[in-house]
């Protein structure tokens, strides 16, 4: 099972309280948020830097810059969304796409209905992200639509994993790195992740 586990006491500390019943959408959604920024922080460890002169109050002096790389941020529709603002906050030059997935109750199968990528695909870096890497089946489908579109390099970030869900991303897609907060014991027979932290979209946007 290829899987980065990002277990930062901040980050562990925050799932642990999004994980709580009692956790309201306000702070659900803040949360998310939070661990987002925080996880972007790993997952972009390994951009490329440049030299550079910069002159500051009392001397010039040698420094680093990032090198130019194109990133793109895709969240998968809709919980994919409450990601998105973290890691924009951090990387505001990264241009952003959509796609649209749902999973079929019966078949649990992924079912597209809308994408939308910057137009320079294959200039880019991709983070596709979304807080639940369940079946596997959603990530997978998504994977795949960007590389149909000629995404080269992506990256999946997460914040709570299933083991089946790792498997199948690794399966399909082994060039692909996920990132994620936690990998929890098992699915149920409806999908869910067990321990988990309930459905994820209902919880950003308090829908049922």
């Known amino acids: 099972m ?7 006491p901040l980050i562990q500390h925050k799932l642990s309280i999004m994980r709580d019943v009692n956790t309201g959408t306000k702070e659900f959604r803040e949360l998310l948020e939070e661990i987002s920024m925080l996880m972007a922080f790993e997952i972009t460890r390994d951009l490329p830097l440049e030299d550079v002169e910069v002159e500051t109050p009392v001397a010039k002096c040698k ?22 603002n973290g890691i924009i906050r951090l990387m505001p030059a990264a241009k952003v796409g959509h796609v649209g997935l749902y999973r079929d109750p019966e078949t649990l199968l992924p079912v597209e209905y809308y994408c939308k990528l910057p137009t320079d695909v294959a200039e880019r870096d991709f983070i ?3 807080p639940m890497l369940a079946t596997g089946g959603s990530s997978a ?13 992506i990256k999946l970030m997460c914040l709570v994993a299933a083991p089946e869900g790792v498997k199948m991303v690794n399966e399909q ?27 994820a979209g209902d919880r950003i946007f308090g829908t049922k």
């Open 2 to 8: 290829q899987v980065k586990i990002i277990n930062h």
């Open 63 to 84: 420094s680093k810059m990032l090198a130019g790389k194109k990133l793109g941020v895709v969240p998968i529709l809709r919980a994919g969304l409450g990601m998105l």
């Open 128 to 130: 596709l992200i979304d």
């Open 141 to 153: 489908a998504a994977i795949e639509l960007l590389k149909k579109k000629g995404a080269k390099h």
């Open 173 to 199: 897609h082994p060039d692909v790195e996920i990132y994620t907060a936690a990998v929890d014991d098992y699915l149920n027979d409806h999908g869910y992740i067990i321990p988990g932290l309930g459905d």
